[in-house]
T-cell receptor, first 112, second 116 residues
């Protein structure tokens, strides 16, 4: 079965801290790696990564993919309380073209 | 450009009843996906549909669950004879027909099903 593993499962930091979230995946028929942020409702899209070593940035968030070592990281600098959420990593491909296989998520809590 | 729409947002059913969940994809999107999120668990793929076609239903339970995406109208996820274990959040996502972002799936707000 396709597998995506995220770490840590939960993280508590203070505003202004920098955090790094990890995601490792299995390689079978890999197509892309996606990051989502989930608050109390729908997961909202953050990044899609297909190429190794190319960093994607959006404001204080950035992400990079390492296809050799089969992992991705999501960095958040100068965290704010509004960054508190579950961060989900998902891979596209595997045994089925259209299917996203999600990790269990990292629960990030940012205290003032 | 409206996002993915799902309704109802909350649904309460008694054991043995039927649940119908509806999803309208984003404008211009022709691929629809259904995922289920059980309490304290991650999102699990259920089914992938295009108009009038089921492309991949490998994540659907073998009994009581069905999905369709007709030529006209929303996609429907139907759960017959619901049991308490069906209580979960059901998310629909859609993606464009083609192009570089074909694999980026955009999620709706979900339907939270509670079976009493």
């Amino acid at each position: 079965e396709d597998k995506v593993v995220q770490s840590p499962l939960s993280l508590v930091v203070h505003e202004g801290d920098t955090v790094t979230l990890n995601c490792s995946y299995e390689v079978t028929n890999f197509r892309s790696l996606l990051w989502y942020k989930q608050e109390k409702k729908a997961p909202t899209f953050l990044f899609m990564l297909t190429s190794s070593g190319i960093e994607k940035k959006s404001g204080r968030l950035s992400s990079i993919l390492d296809k050799k070592e089969l992992f991705s990281i999501l960095n958040i600098t100068a965290t704010q309380t509004g960054d508190s959420a579950i961060y989900l990593c998902a891979r596209a491909g595997g045994t089925s073209y259209g299917k996203l296989t999600f990790g269990q998520g990292t629960i990030l809590t940012v205290h003032p | 450009n409206a996002g993915v729409m799902q309704n109802p947002r909350h649904l309460v059913r008694r054991r043995g009843q039927e649940a119908r969940l509806r999803c309208s994809p984003m404008k211009g999107h022709s691929h629809v996906y259904w995922y289920r999120q059980l309490p304290e668990e991650g999102l699990k793929f259920m089914v992938y549909l295009q108009k009038e076609n089921i492309i991949d239903e490998s994540g659907m339970p073998k009994e009581r669950f069905s999905a369709e995406f007709p030529k006209e109208g929303p996609s429907i996820l139907r759960i017959q004879q619901v049991v308490r274990g069906d209580s979960a959040a059901y998310f629909c996502a859609s993606s464009p027909r083609s192009g570089g972002n074909q694999e980026t799936q955009y999620f709706g707000p979900g339907t939270r099903l509670l079976v009493l």
